[in-house]
């Protein structure tokens, strides 16, 4: 059973910085991709940000591009999220998730993934 639990979240001003971390436990198979996900009050899970098993491969939602980046440690089980240049609409529960795929597009849907966090908030006041 392979867990995963997310941690960084927390309250941040406009323009500003933040890092969350994934870490990963249990059995996992290699290769896997793994992504960034969130989700606003009534709105649904958006894809964020996905690499592949050794961070080689990496994709971003426009939305992020260019302020996010996605990394991975699997030395230390971990995956990260540096956000920089916060706005108000970057405010949701960030979710990661481990795939069973080894990369490709369709990683930017939920579907794709097997294992899932409980979420961390981020919230980015003005």
């Known amino acids: 059973q392979v867990h995963l639990v997310e941690s960084g979240g927390g309250l941040v001003q406009v323009g500003g910085s933040l890092t969350l971390t994934c870490t990963i436990s249990?059995?996992?198979?290699?290769?896997?991709?793994m992504g960034w996900f969130r989700q606003a009050p009534g709105q649904e899970r958006e894809f964020v940000a996905a690499?592949?098993?050794?961070?080689?491969?990496?994709d971003y939602a426009y939305s992020v591009k260019g302020r996010f980046t996605i990394s991975r440690d699997n030395a230390k089980n971990t995956m990260s999220l540096q956000m920089n240049s916060l706005k108000p609409e970057d405010t949701a529960v960030y979710f990661c998730?481990?795939?069973?795929?080894?990369?490709?597009?369709?990683?930017?849907?939920?579907?794709?993934?097997?294992?899932w966090g409980q979420g961390t908030q981020v919230t980015v006041s003005s």
């Open positions: 998730g481990l795939s069973h795929t080894a990369w490709g597009s369709s990683l930017r849907s939920t579907y794709e993934y097997a294992y």
């Open positions: 249990g059995r996992t198979d290699v290769p896997y991709a």
């Open positions: 690499l592949n098993w050794n961070g080689a491969a990496t």
